[in-house]
């Protein structure tokens, strides 16, 4: 009985020492499951703190950056020397309300439409009563003489020739005869006949500028009898517009 009763109390205390092992087992468990469940909280706060750093960002006030990078100046304009007295002679040019003399001179390569615009321009100009000098030769100067006329009021044309009638082309012929027969001026110039016709161009073009307040020339930038009078008329301090067709 008594060897009975000892083996009893060795299996009861094994029951407790299972008993004892199960609760620390789940002790454990429970451990784990506390500390994932915290470090899977504290990656998605800082995940959802990264996100919404970008919309705080934004939400706030916009930085504007002092220190602009270099890229260059594709369209970079040559500087132009402006006065106090050439600004205020261009104001007093377009506020002028008495009638003025306008120079029209250009290349003789001038398309269709830059035709129709000087045409057009010289047109405007006589029908304000203003005088408009233009040269005998083709392309701009034609383009002048044919918006001149059209006005009619041909005491308002002058045409200067760079040399006598006789020597202008044989297209040019046919109009400067126009001029002639509705009573505008035209002014040959048969002293310069032995020049070449470069050389009288230049002589024509200083007349022209001579008796003019303002010079309106349409030009490319190889177009070297045309920008040299433009300068000619800069320091006679005339008043002068250059439009470029190129």
């Known amino acids: 009985g008594g060897g009975g009763g000892g083996g009893g109390g060795d299996y009861d205390g094994s029951l407790e020492e299972d008993k004892r092992a199960g609760e620390e087992r ?7 499951l506390e500390e ?16 919404s750093s970008p919309q705080q960002q934004s939400s706030g006030a916009t930085t504007i950056p002092t220190k602009v990078p270099n890229v260059g100046s594709p369209q970079a304009k040559l500087p132009e020397n402006y006065s106090i ?32 615009i000087i045409e057009l321009l010289s047109y405007a100009l006589i029908l304000s009563g203003n005088h408009v000098f233009t040269s005998g030769a ?19 044309l002058t045409v200067l020739l ?3 009638l006789g020597k202008q082309p044989r297209e040019s ?28 161009s230049r002589l024509c073009n200083s007349e022209l500028l001579s ?6 020339s349409f030009a490319f930038h190889d177009s070297g009898t045309v920008l040299e009078a433009a300068r000619e008329a800069k320091e006679l301090d005339k008043v002068v517009t250059v439009l470029y067709l190129d």
């Open 26 to 32: 789940k002790a454990e468990e429970l451990e784990g």
């Open 36 to 51: 994932l469940s915290s470090s899977s909280s504290s990656s998605s706060s800082s995940s959802s703190s990264s996100s």
């Open 85 to 116: 007295e050439s600004i205020m002679k261009e104001l007093a040019a377009i506020n002028q309300s008495g009638s003025r003399k306008y120079c029209i001179l250009g290349t003789r390569h001038c398309s269709y439409l830059h035709q129709q």
């Open 138 to 156: 083709g392309g701009t100067n034609a383009a002048a003489i044919r918006g001149a006329l059209r006005a009619e009021n041909p005491s308002l």
């Open 162 to 164: 760079p040399q006598s």
């Open 173 to 200: 012929q046919e109009l400067l005869a126009k001029v002639v027969d509705l009573g505008a001026n035209l002014v040959p110039s048969p002293a310069n006949d032995a020049l070449t016709l470069d050389a009288a």
């Open 211 to 216: 008796r003019v307040d303002q010079l309106v």
